[in-house]
């Protein structure tokens, strides 16, 4: 089993900035991709950004509509993954949630609401 833990929601006036953490626990050797999906009032869950480790490598893969405004990293020595938002727009309004995924395994952490707002 693993464990997710985010951190980091609040509410940010448009134009700001925040970051959100993942800190995993458990089994994790099993997990290859960690990332950030989101779901909006009255929307599905989707796709924010995802990270796969690959050795000494890290691949990266994002949104579309969200490329150069969020950035994903990760840390494998903390088995954290973070989520760098700028240029917040009110739509980027959500829950965000974090999920870890190995070749038999997807977990998904409790989530944290992102409010974009004046």
């Known amino acids: 089993q693993v464990q997710l833990v985010e951190s980091g929601g609040g509410l940010v006036q448009p134009g700001g900035s925040l970051r959100l953490s993942c800190a995993a626990s458990g089994t994790i050797f099993s997990i290859h991709t960690m990332g950030w999906y989101r779901q909006a009032p009255g929307k599905q869950r989707e796709l924010v950004a995802t990270?796969?480790?690959?050795?000494?490598?890290?691949?990266?893969n994002y949104a579309d509509s969200l490329k150069g405004r969020f950035t994903i990293s990760r840390d494998n020595a903390k088995n954290t993954v973070y989520l760098q938002m700028s240029s917040l727009k009110a739509e980027d309004t959500a829950v965000y949630y974090c999920?870890?995924?190995?070749?038999?395994?997807?977990?998904w952490g409790q989530g944290t609401q992102v409010t974009v707002s004046s």
């Open positions: 990270v796969t480790s690959g050795g000494s490598i890290n691949y990266t």
């Open positions: 999920n870890a995924r190995g070749a038999y395994s997807n977990y």
